[in-house]
């Protein structure tokens, strides 16, 4: 039986992409191919978005133990190779460069022509500052990560499903919090450019554990609202911590802080599974286009951001163009290669 809230979070945590990436144009944090003077609000946003990257690796992980079911585990290889692998590759060889493109224009006044930036984008390997216009997966790592952590953990779960395994102790309101102290363990662990590829595989794990009984999302879905409730305060504790002292590395915040991440993703998936198991016309359409709109919208996002940032000096609705443009056309590219059969799996989709 399909669970139509996983596709439902699934698509919300994808088009929540665009109002979060179109904030890293205006935030105060970190860099990004292209800025602007720091936006509050968009600050806030930034900061308050830890949930939307797990939670993508916590349906992938749930979405595993459904298509393990109905499927080999060579079939399934297969599969991860094809709607994974392949699209990555092209993304980087081809959706990719652009961002870096634009960066150099706009970070180091660069002229030169796209075909010239593309000799040196791929020649040139010294300089892996990715928001300065250097060689990148950019937002492709989500795939490539995703590919890894599925192939990786593949033995365990066959090993768990033949044993028709399910963890008794995530039946129990607070002993599905317990994963808390395992991801605070995890995100000790060595990452990459500050992604973090055994944390994600933690998430991914515990998708897998939770989707192993209808009884445990029931469960979750039956305490939602405390789990809601424990997610907005550890929030505001989280933002007040930020605009303080500043994000904390000790163990100890670091066990706060993933309680606080894991009891979000608690809240949503309770949530999802209480009002949003149900077809609608909306889920419908865009389940299929989620991965191709996330190949493409960061490109189209930089470079519409681009242009935007130059010709309209209003903060705000300089953001909604950006936002509501960059997912125009992102919609509209995905409206083309669906009926392009030839490229059709180039971005993931069935040929």
């Known amino acids: 039986m399909r ?9 919300i945590g994808i088009l929540y992409l665009f109002p979060y990436h179109t904030a890293r144009i205006f ?3 970190n860099p990004f ?3 602007h003077e720091p936006y509050i609000m968009a600050s806030l946003l930034v900061h308050s978005s830890f949930w939307f990257m797990p939670l993508l690796f916590l349906l992938a992980g749930m979405s595993s133990l459904y298509a393990l079911r109905r499927r080999t585990a060579s079939v399934f290889v297969k599969e991860r190779f094809l709607r994974l692998l392949v699209p990555f590759i092209i993304g980087v060889l081809v959706i990719v460069p652009p961002q870096g493109y634009y960066a150099r224009r706009f970070h180091l006044n660069e002229q030169e022509g796209y075909g010239t930036f593309l000799i040196h984008y791929f020649t040139d390997l010294s300089d892996w500052s990715e928001y300065a216009g250097g060689i990148s997966p950019a937002h492709l790592w989500f795939i490539l990560f995703l590919f890894l952590i599925s192939l990786g953990l593949l033995p365990l779960m066959r090993l ?45 794990f515990l998708g897998f554990l939770l989707a192993t009984r209808d009884a445990i999302i029931d469960t979750i ?7 809601l409730a424990a997610a907005f305060c550890g929030a505001f504790v989280l933002l007040v911590e930020i605009y303080t002292v500043g994000m904390q590395t000790s163990f100890i915040c670091t066990l706060l802080h993933s309680l ?14 209480k ?5 609608s016309k909306m889920m419908v359409y865009f389940t299929p286009a989620g991965f191709p709109v996330y190949i493409l919208h960061q490109t189209y996002l930089v470079m519409i951001g681009y242009y935007i940032l130059k010709g309209v000096p209003n903060d705000f609705i ?13 919609v509209a590219t995905y409206e083309l290669v669906r009926r392009v059969k030839p490229i059709r799996f180039l971005f993931g989709l069935k040929a």
């Open 221 to 227: 879905s039956h305490y939602r609202k405390y789990y």
């Open 33 to 35: 191919y292209i800025k």
């Open 160 to 204: 768990l499903l033949n044993k028709e395994y399910s963890p008794k102790w995530m039946n129990h309101p607070i002993g599905v919090l317990w994963p808390f102290i395992g991801l605070a363990l995890l995100s000790s662990l060595p990452d990459i450019s500050g992604k973090n590829i055994f944390l994600y595989a933690g998430y991914f």
């Open 260 to 273: 606080i991440y894991w009891v979000a993703l608690l809240a949503i998936l309770g949530f999802g599974r």
């Open 3 to 11: 669970k139509d809230y996983i596709d439902w979070l699934r698509n």
């Open 275 to 279: 009002h949003l198991n149900k077809k």
């Open 27 to 29: 935030d105060d944090i």
């Open 318 to 330: 300089a953001y909604l163009l950006i936002l509501f443009l960059s997912l125009a056309a992102s």
